[in-house]
């Protein structure tokens, strides 16, 4: 059994079904729709008239060729890891062998925006998407709580339609935990020439509600007038009910390279899953499209018999106006060593590393090397400085007045 019906768990049971796996395979979903990718949600579902083709994981009639059993738009609420039943919000329950948890996130909330609640919209989900589609038009005043992949994705597909776009973030710049400061500049200057406002080292402290527009009164101050607010500052994992069923919990859903939790028959993948690292060494939690793929495949490869530990280096990407951003590793545990171009150009990439060994990058418009970069990561590479230079690459120098730290 799965417990959630999203990215990382419907692709689980697709893999079983891959992997050779013939049980049973049932999914419970707190939403109606089927299994679907969450990233064109801030840009072709929220653009566009109609459903991206490649939202989906797969069409209604693939899932019932490959024989999985959807139980769509019900919660579990508790689990029996004894009597290895699952218990539903409809009051139905589930038996299980194996049981896995991709359970998400859940959108985490600001106190002080209640009293504008009618106008506050999160971005997790298909419906979320399509509720803001349509309100998100020319002259719309629209206000982005966040100035993370989600806040900036959607304010480069508002001001697209002729919204009136202002970002607001606590932190002193964008993407402060992917970017370097050099990088943060560049991509707020970017969202700034499309008509982006984004005011940095800024909260909302107090709102209020007028007849036609919300009123935000900010942290120095001022205050702003919105017709719509999107919240997107994180979430946080959802992982009660595996907490209340006694599974180690820290964080997320605590899990070994396999994807195995704390009970050797529960398993957890997906943003709501804490695994370990092998490449870099800890812990942690990662929200992306690809640790979904990767830790869907990891679980459902040691389900079928063919046991294969999660070693993926973490990859983030994003897409702003007619730019693609990838980020690989860490970079920001790292500093700038050396770099491609200049930020700006079509094909920008930058090296980061600590105590000589590559440990991440950011690239512009050059998919093709981040891929490979992907890979030298893994393998622990040290850059050869003759070899990079020959290559097109320079030291980052502290003449370019852009050093990380």
């Given at each position: 059994m799965i417990v959630g019906a999203g990215?990382?768990?419907g692709r689980v049971a697709e893999r079983l079904r891959h992997g050779g796996f013939t049980g049973p395979i049932d999914v419970a979903g707190a939403e109606t729709e089927l299994p679907y990718e969450r990233p064109p949600l801030s840009k072709g579902v929220l653009t566009s008239s109609g459903v991206p083709a490649n939202a989906y994981l797969l069409s209604p009639a693939?899932?019932?060729?490959?024989?999985?059993?959807f139980h769509l738009g019900v919660e579990a609420v508790g689990i029996d890891r004894r009597e290895k039943i699952v218990a539903l919000s409809n009051d139905a329950s589930l038996s299980y062998r194996k049981l896995v948890l991709a359970t998400g996130l859940s959108p985490r909330r600001i106190r002080s925006l209640e009293p504008v609640a009618a106008r506050i919209f999160y971005l997790r989900s298909f419906s979320d998407a399509l509720a803001l589609r349509g309100r998100i038009v020319a002259g719309t005043r629209l206000v982005l709580v966040g100035a993370g992949l989600i806040g900036l994705e959607v304010a480069a597909s508002a001001v697209k339609v002729g919204a009136a776009v202002t970002v607001l973030e606590a932190a002193d710049r964008p993407l402060s935990r992917l970017l370097p400061p050099y990088l943060s500049q560049w991509l707020a200057d970017l969202h700034e020439r499309a008509g982006v406002r984004i005011l940095c080292g800024r909260q909302v402290v107090l709102s209020k509600a007028l007849s036609t527009a919300g009123r935000l009164h900010l942290d120095d101050g001022s205050m702003l007038e919105a017709d719509l607010v999107v919240v997107g500052?994180?979430?946080t994992p959802n992982d009660?009910?595996?907490?209340e069923a006694g599974l180690h919990v820290d964080n997320g859903i605590v899990v070994n390279e396999f994807g195995q939790t704390s009970d050797p028959d529960v398993f957890a993948a997906g943003d709501v899953a804490a695994h370990e690292n092998r490449v870099f060494g800890q812990r942690w939690r990662l929200e992306s499209w690809k640790n979904a793929e990767d830790q869907a495949a990891v679980v459902a490869s040691y389900l079928c018999g063919?046991?294969?530990p999660y070693s993926e280096v973490p990859w983030f990407w994003t897409d702003q106006y007619d730019l693609n951003i990838q980020v690989a590793g860490v970079p920001s545990i790292g500093g700038p060593a050396y770099e491609r171009g200049k930020p700006g150009?079509?094909?920008y990439l930058a090296y980061f590393t600590t105590g000589g060994r590559l440990i991440g990058a950011i690239?512009?418009?050059?998919g093709r090397d981040i891929r490979i970069v992907r890979e030298m990561i893994k393998a622990g590479a040290r850059p050869d400085d003759a070899?990079?230079?020959r290559k097109g690459f320079t030291r980052f120098g502290d003449e370019l007045g852009r050093q990380a730290s």
């Amino acid at each position: 059994m799965i417990v959630g019906a999203g990215h990382a768990g419907g692709r689980v049971a697709e893999r079983l079904r891959h992997g050779g796996f013939t049980g049973p395979i049932d999914v419970a979903g707190a939403e109606t729709e089927l299994p679907y990718e969450r990233p064109p949600l801030s840009k072709g579902v929220l653009t566009s008239s109609g459903v991206p083709a490649n939202a989906y994981l797969l069409s209604p009639a693939r899932w019932n060729e490959i024989g999985v059993r959807f139980h769509l738009g019900v919660e579990a609420v508790g689990i029996d890891r004894r009597e290895k039943i699952v218990a539903l919000s409809n009051d139905a329950s589930l038996s299980y062998r194996k049981l896995v948890l991709a359970t998400g996130l859940s959108p985490r909330r600001i106190r002080s925006l209640e009293p504008v609640a009618a106008r506050i919209f999160y971005l997790r989900s298909f419906s979320d998407a399509l509720a803001l589609r349509g309100r998100i038009v020319a002259g719309t005043r629209l206000v982005l709580v966040g100035a993370g992949l989600i806040g900036l994705e959607v304010a480069a597909s508002a001001v697209k339609v002729g919204a009136a776009v202002t970002v607001l973030e606590a932190a002193d710049r964008p993407l402060s935990r992917l970017l370097p400061p050099y990088l943060s500049q560049w991509l707020a200057d970017l969202h700034e020439r499309a008509g982006v406002r984004i005011l940095c080292g800024r909260q909302v402290v107090l709102s209020k509600a007028l007849s036609t527009a919300g009123r935000l009164h900010l942290d120095d101050g001022s205050m702003l007038e919105a017709d719509l607010v999107v919240v997107g500052i994180g979430g946080t994992p959802n992982d009660r009910i595996a907490g209340e069923a006694g599974l180690h919990v820290d964080n997320g859903i605590v899990v070994n390279e396999f994807g195995q939790t704390s009970d050797p028959d529960v398993f957890a993948a997906g943003d709501v899953a804490a695994h370990e690292n092998r490449v870099f060494g800890q812990r942690w939690r990662l929200e992306s499209w690809k640790n979904a793929e990767d830790q869907a495949a990891v679980v459902a490869s040691y389900l079928c018999g063919n046991p294969s530990p999660y070693s993926e280096v973490p990859w983030f990407w994003t897409d702003q106006y007619d730019l693609n951003i990838q980020v690989a590793g860490v970079p920001s545990i790292g500093g700038p060593a050396y770099e491609r171009g200049k930020p700006g150009d079509r094909a920008y990439l930058a090296y980061f590393t600590t105590g000589g060994r590559l440990i991440g990058a950011i690239g512009v418009g050059c998919g093709r090397d981040i891929r490979i970069v992907r890979e030298m990561i893994k393998a622990g590479a040290r850059p050869d400085d003759a070899e990079l230079i020959r290559k097109g690459f320079t030291r980052f120098g502290d003449e370019l007045g852009r050093q990380a730290s």
